[in-house]
Every structure is written in structure tokens, then in C-alpha cells.
């Protein structure tokens, strides 16, 4: 029900930015949270956006590099990354839940993406 888009093959110190949107519902007030993957490690969270509003959470070691917004034209929640990183490569997802308070812990959601591939490499 939700999709992440916007992921890709980028040189270090580039930027990207990830798309989440819902097919049957809207996202202005849901809670969205972004996560990320890599094999063998637990789905961690990188930001979120509370449902309804504007307020929004970083992990803090995201803090300063990726910006979460809406897009209130698209219908989509978006992950803004800069100064991408080798290690920030992994399987980006997005989730959503219909709560007001958001959180970085993946549990808190119900609906989730398929995820998108960022890879960052030279």
C-alpha cells in the first residue's frame, strides 16, 4: 500500500531524495516514519513526521544531512539525503500508521513499502 521511490547509484557527497506515497489512502495524517536495512542487521530509524502536522524526529546520525517533508501537492512524505556516505548504503523503506505522534521504532507502523536501493559508491 505504500511505495518508496527515488533510489539509485550515487558517488559519495551526492544527494538523493526518496518519494513514499500511498495507493489507497492519503498521507496528510498518517505518522511516516523512513528506516533502512542492510543484510544482517536490524531495520533502523532514520527520521519521521508526525500525522497531521509538521513535527518531525532524527536519528542523530542523520541529523543535518537528511531533511523529512511533505509534499502536500505529490500526496508523498520525502526523505531529503545529502552528503550521502558509503555506509549509508542499504535497502531504504518508508511506513505509515495513523497516529498523530511518529517514532523511529518500526514497530510503531503498519503499513510499509517495498523499499528502495541506495547504493553509495565511487
Known amino acids: 500500500q505504500l511505495q518508496a521511490s527515488g533510489g539509485g547509484l550515487v558517488q559519495p557527497g551526492s544527494s538523493l531524495r526518496l518519494s513514499c506515497a500511498a495507493s489507497?489512502?492519503?498521507?496528510?495524517?498518517?505518522?511516516v516514519g523512513w528506516f533502512r536495512q542492510v543484510p544482517g542487521k536490524e531495520r533502523e530509524g532514520l527520521s519521521c513526521i508526525y500525522g497531521g502536522g509538521e513535527g518531525t524526529v532524527y536519528g542523530d546520525f542523520v541529523k543535518g544531512r537528511f531533511t523529512i517533508s511533505r509534499d502536500y501537492a505529490k500526496k508523498s512524505v520525502d526523505l531529503q539525503m545529502n552528503s550521502l556516505k558509503p555506509e549509508d548504503t542499504a535497502v531504504y523503506y518508508c511506513?505509515?500508521?495513523?497516529?498523530?505522534?511518529?517514532?523511529?521504532?518500526?514497530?510503531?507502523?503498519?503499513?510499509w513499502g517495498q523499499g528502495t536501493q541506495v547504493t553509495v559508491s565511487s
Open positions: 511506513a505509515a500508521q495513523k497516529f498523530s505522534a511518529c517514532s523511529l521504532h518500526p514497530a510503531w507502523y503498519e503499513y
Open positions: 489507497e489512502f492519503t498521507l496528510d495524517h498518517y505518522a
